[in-house]
């Protein structure tokens, strides 16, 4: 499994960009990068998911390096529901579990 | 629609009782996953069924967890002799898949999860 690399904690003022780095240098060709995030005392939610190519929806954007040894998931405007831990989990074929890390803790500032 | 529901919200018990966790998964969706969690931790797998069979056990601790998932929908989580050390959020995740299982791209749908409190 991909081992993944997050930093424990990030700031973002409110209606600004944020931008989420993962670090995953052992992930394999095959592997998909899927992002979650998980409010206070609630269950995890999807928020992205990649393979090669930059992604876009309703609620973020990802940008993969060409490498694939990384990722960025992008908060265009930050808002206090944003304020989360940010999971990034490479998923392999073959076994379909999440191998979550500890993530990103988000704190959004009015 | 529905989503991936729990019960109960909570649970206290004492050492060495036996409990049940029950998940709700999202009607139709094949596959299912139980996840536990601690304080400042993120989620650690425990088990994935698809369908009725259990195809991924390898995160449940030790024989003191069984899962089971008889009619292919709802699916309990049992442990017996608790200790304080498996107090944690039980999460129940559900997603769609082929009969092969799921695709890498396959959302998880999460449920609220149970806190277990074990004193």
């Known amino acids: 499994d991909a081992k993944t690399t997050q930093p424990n904690s990030m700031e973002s003022n409110e209606e600004e960009p944020v931008h989420l780095p993962c670090n995953h240098s052992?992930?394999?060709?095959?592997?998909?990068i899927h992002w979650y995030r998980q409010l206070p005392s609630q269950g995890p939610e999807y928020v992205i998911h990649g393979l090669t190519s930059n992604v876009n929806n309703r609620m973020a954007s990802l940008a993969i390096a060409e490498d694939r040894k990384s990722s960025t998931l992008i908060l265009h405007r930050a808002t206090l529901r944003d304020a989360a831990v940010y999971y990034c989990i490479p998923l392999s074929s073959g076994t379909y579990k999440y191998i979550f890390g500890t993530g990103t803790r988000l704190k959004v500032l009015a | 629609g529905a989503g991936v529901s729990q019960t109960p919200s909570n649970k206290v018990t004492e050492k060495g009782k036996y409990v049940e966790l029950r998940c709700d998964p999202i009607?139709?969706?094949?596959?299912l996953y139980w996840y536990r969690q601690s304080l400042g931790q993120g989620p650690e797998f425990l088990i994935y069924f698809q369908g009725t069979g259990a195809a991924d056990d390898s995160g449940l601790p030790n024989d003191r967890f069984f899962a089971v998932r008889p009619e292919g929908s709802v699916s309990t989580l049992k442990i017996q002799r608790t200790e304080r050390g498996d107090s944690a959020v039980y999460l129940c995740?559900?997603?769609?898949?082929?009969?092969?299982?799921?695709?890498?791209?396959?959302?998880?749908?999460f449920g609220p999860g149970t806190r277990l409190t074990v004193l």
């Open positions: 052992t992930i394999s060709g095959t592997d998909y």
């Open positions: 995740a559900s997603s769609p898949s082929l009969a092969g299982g799921p695709r890498l791209w396959d959302e998880q749908f």
């Open positions: 009607s139709g969706h094949t596959a």
